[in-house]
């Protein structure tokens, strides 16, 4: 029978480092026994037995059976509570091979260790009080950082901003529960004054929902990068404004055209954003059925697109499929390629004329971009959104978040209609059920599972 997150009587154990070669690997340990278990493999065990927490402990590994020793180790010791997974545990700092981490690992299941689930250390963390499902989550955000931005607003999160700022919009709600239960106990009490104020709380909340609700695509496109996309016809010059702008020859420039039958992509870094850069098919009606078929793919990204970078030849000039390209795609940042050339044509009205070959040109490349990703952001949030100090990133909370506001309408909407106590209660108690999903509090268990599982290994 397979292990679930909720088996925490066994230790576990996971590398937490990325494989491959590195000076260091990391092999993270957890469990009421787990320092026992390690002293079975270690040379100095009765130095790790002894160890109080945050002390480390220099030493070799090496195979209780074969007595083979596998590598020289530093080995860190938390004792619980004061460890991250509120359990006793043990941080092996090893030689950063695939192979020493395997072997050091392959050892540890023979002594008792289970194979840590994604995300199970975090998910103990949580379960055993250290953290809410928030935090938890915004280590996972923090891992997955990809820009400055991002970072930051994972840290936020982090630190319990985004927490705290749930907590207080739960309190809201509790406070008027509280409220209409004692109207319900001793209706002789009843006063207009009290009405008003529970309309007052139930707006803050509806407002506080409104503006965390407000910072989600933001949040987003900072946690998951932005996606630019270089469109145009076949030899328009894509892959070469493509090799330009990642600073690499990732693309193959030929003369020839559909060189290009696949999207080549990479990552870069625009300010503090983290941008998806890709280099799609040529776009042209083709009888031939794979460069269709990167053709396919190519209006599916940009479907998808926060920036498009439409190219057009400028020796050859504008033709139909261009002018239908700007109709369907308005937004797209017009470029007029090759204008190096002395028989490039003047770029028409609209159009930016630019050298996708010429190196001179990032730092324009660049500026043009900024501009086109800070106004693709501006449009898809409310002005001033997007400098939120607390801010979200996760459609899961945007989701609830949205559930939370809808329910609290339905309770303003009851209350204004002269609607029983009973049913404006009802509403305010899913608000606060969908807040307190959010936060871990009330959180079935399938969904405590899939939100862990989305973490790496060793987290």
């Known amino acids: 029978m397979s ?12 590398l937490a480092t990325p494989e491959g070669r590195s000076a260091l690997a990391v092999i993270r340990t957890s469990g009421e026994n787990a320092v026992d278990i390690v002293a079975r493999c270690f040379s ?5 037995l002894g160890a109080e927490g945050y002390h480390a402990v220099y030493g070799w590994i090496f195979d209780p059976v074969s007595q083979e020793r596998l590598d020289e180790v530093v080995a860190l010791v938390f004792r619980a509570p004061h460890s991250f997974t509120g359990e006793n545990a043990v941080e092996i700092m090893c030689h950063g091979s695939t192979a020493v981490a395997q072997r050091i690992l392959e050892v540890l299941y023979t002594q008792g260790f289970s194979p840590a689930l994604p995300g199970e250390f975090s998910f103990r963390a949580f379960a055993g009080g250290k953290t809410d499902l928030v935090r938890a989550e915004a280590i996972n955000e923090l891992t997955h950082a990809s820009c400055e ?19 207080e919009i739960r309190n809201l709600m509790i406070d008027v529960l509280a409220d209409i239960n004692a109207r319900l106990d001793y209706p002789e009490d009843e006063g207009p004054e009290e009405t008003d104020r529970w309309v007052q709380l139930m707006q803050r909340a509806q407002d506080e929902l409104s503006d965390l609700i407000r910072s989600y695509p933001g949040g987003r496109l900072r946690q998951e990068g932005l996606l630019v996309v270089i469109a145009g016809r076949p030899n328009a010059g894509k892959s070469s404004l493509f090799n330009l702008l990642v600073r690499e020859e990732r693309a193959i420039v030929s003369p020839e055209p559909g060189t290009t039958r696949d999207w080549l992509e990479a990552w870069i870094s625009i300010g503090d954003f983290a941008v998806r850069i890709v280099d799609t098919a040529g ?15 190519s209006h599916a990204l940009l479907a998808r697109a926060d920036v498009i970078l439409y190219l057009v030849d400028g020796t050859v000039g504008l033709d139909d499929e261009d002018r239908s390209f700007v109709a ?7 470029l007029w390629n090759k204008a190096d050339l002395s028989r490039c044509m003047p770029a028409p009205s609209a159009w930016a004329a630019v050298s996708a070959k010429d190196i001179h040109s990032f730092g324009s490349f660049e500026s043009m971009l900024k501009s086109a990703l800070h106004s693709s952001i501006q449009e898809a949030l409310t002005s001033g959104q997007y400098e939120a100090q607390v801010r979200i990133a996760s459609e899961r909370q945007a989701r609830l978040l949205r559930q939370a506001h809808e329910a609290i309408a339905q309770a303003m909407e009851a209350q204004t209609a002269g609607a ?5 209660a009802l509403h305010i108690r899913e608000s606060a059920e969908c807040i307190g999903e959010i936060t871990g509090d009330i959180a079935p268990d399938e969904v405590l599972e899939r939100v862990f599982s989305t973490f790496c290994l060793g987290k």
């Open 283 to 297: 776009l042209r009606n083709t009888g031939n059925s794979i460069e269709a078929e990167g053709v396919r793919r």
């Open 420 to 424: 029983g106590l009973d049913l404006v």
């Open 149 to 167: 931005a991002a970072r930051h607003d994972a840290l936020q999160r982090l630190s319990g901003v985004l927490s705290r700022k749930l907590e």
């Open 328 to 334: 369907r795609y308005p937004r797209a940042l017009l």
């Open 3 to 14: 292990r679930t997150y909720f088996d925490r009587a066994e230790p576990i154990v996971a």
């Open 44 to 48: 100095q065990p009765q130095a790790l």
